[in-house]
């Protein structure tokens, strides 16, 4: 028996426990610190009114032999849902096919397992920086990777250059970990590119409810020739506070063939496969996050986590630190002051200010320097980080 | 861009779209029948009544600021779960580390996503007849597979045989489709093949909880030896009807080894690159299932439908219909009368009795001839079932 010997590659992920270390023996050697995290990728308001009344109500049917419920046949996900998802994209001006929609337990998920569907080997075209999960799935699977740079200069936005090839383009718009956002011309020239060059652009779509620019586009799907090149992976985490419930989706449009094949019919075929559906629970409350209600509190809680990342940049602002995003995202992509690295900065901040930040090196060679702070603490923790920075 | 070839070799499945086809043809045709389904593999009773209470307070503390949870913090499932299935297993005389458990959304994922931890192009020792999940899995990933045939005169219960060699050797017990279920002489035999070949043995004890035989192995880590060679995959979905609520887990020994690598590290690998845990909800709901209350309450059903399975068996008896299964397994696995072959008997059922099975040639060549039925079914339509059989 061997083992996929593709694992070697992988580098060790020590990126959060290193962190965790330095966190804790400061709290160690400071017990009376008040210590606050600002490097966070999870949310921390309660779920929706709406949602939580769903699952409560899906729980007690569950409960009862009239309305008990048990494998989502099929396992691609219910209608009612996978409507209601339609109906958010028709909402965006997309018009989407219920069965292009393929409902799963979140986009991490999606994204690790969709290269199944692709031969072993494919180059993968990743940005960086960028979430750490394209480079160790593609690792896995041993796939090469070729980096896009993305650069203060670019806005972390890399777009084609002459003679870059490849099998899959990686484009996570709102951009963890620096909040950019690619404009609908960007994208156009993506998809362009992908069409002409036959490769398929995998659009993590993640952050997309935090855009509330309405010239920047939300979907993939909202550029013309998007469907002949492009998969679109979403979750519903960061909508609608979805960490720990676990709904995500991915759109495989009809048209998207290679080699004669469908895509969207490679996509169902292996969740269908290697995966048997969603909890009836989860599903009920994703349908009520797309209710009129569900949106509205939903919004709501964006809207909270936006005026903490509006409240970091002013003050960013305020004393001349460079940073990305801040709007139309979660994430705040601040270059370390006076040179410093991005561990140097991050021990700064937590010895003198005791602010916990994510150091960018962990995200790519190109996130040397920078330093990632995230929106999604309490509006008290924001204030009094920023009383912080500026004393 | 390329796909992955291996697709193209999967064979077209239609069993359960001909089945649906021919049913609905035949209540359009008479549309007073009452057709009864006894061949559905999903449970039917409603969840039990500590899992919903579970499920609705887990439910309740999401939409809570103080008790919202939000990631679960490495994807591999919270502590209070692990250590209730240790605690599980501790009760067979089966001692686990909580580290060798994780959890997952269901048995179905971890059969299908273990496969990505060894290498491609292994050899798969898939038994036949079988649950059609692993031939599709390790066809998909590029494996070559190797069948061990089980008849009526073994049981159903393939054994190694000389000169048999392989990476991966799948051993499902009490087995879907024949009901069939390995003694611990014959899983140590098992044991100390795969140990001898440096095989791994990867054990599907989906249906674990229909054994009341205590003779009878209800884990494979009750063998000397497995815990140097096996993998064991479990779920809730028949233990506790979690077919719609999603929850399994597989258990990895530390012990275990190949080519210097840990597999229990390469598979938590796996899970927290392409994987981000399970509900919060779900998680509450199994730790519900392992209580003292839950285990009594899901063992009433269980004992409901193994009743089922004693009635139907019981006719088959009086009507001198050769099967296999019917104790220690939800399943009854008969052999068509006459000589006819799987579908043959499934019209004859459908169109003169208006009972609805599951043609033993969708579970591989060795099924042909053989019909499978199911426990899963209401008492009153088991009983009427019965009663047009011999009638």
Known sequence: MKINENFNNLKASYLFRDIAQKVNAYKSANPAANVIRLGIGDVTLPLAGAVVEAMLKATAELGIAQTFRGYDDGGVGYDFLRDAIAGYYAAKGVTLGTDEIVVSDGAKSDLGNILGIFAAGSTALIPDPVYPAYVDTNTMDGNKIVFMNGFADNGFLPMPTDGLTGDIIYLCSPNNPTGAVYTREQLKTWVDYANKIGAVILFDAAYEAFITDETLPRSIF??????????????????????????????????LERGGASLLALWRRRQTTKFNGVSYITQRGAEAVFSPEGLTQCRANIA???ENAKIIGGVLDKLGIRYFGGENAPYIWLQAPDNRDSW??????????????TPGSGFGANGAGYLRLTAFGSRENVLEAVTRLQA
Chains 1, 2 share one sequence.
């Open 222 to 255: 909202e550029i013309d020739g998007a469907r002949t090149c492009a998969i679109e992976i979403c979750s519903l985490s960061k909508l609608a506070g979805f960490t720990g419930v676990r709904a995500g989706y991915t759109i495989v449009p009809k048209e």
């Open 344 to 357: 140097e900065y991050f021990d700064y901040l937590l010895n003198e200010k005791n602010i916990v930040g």
């Open 304 to 306: 909270y986590y936006l």
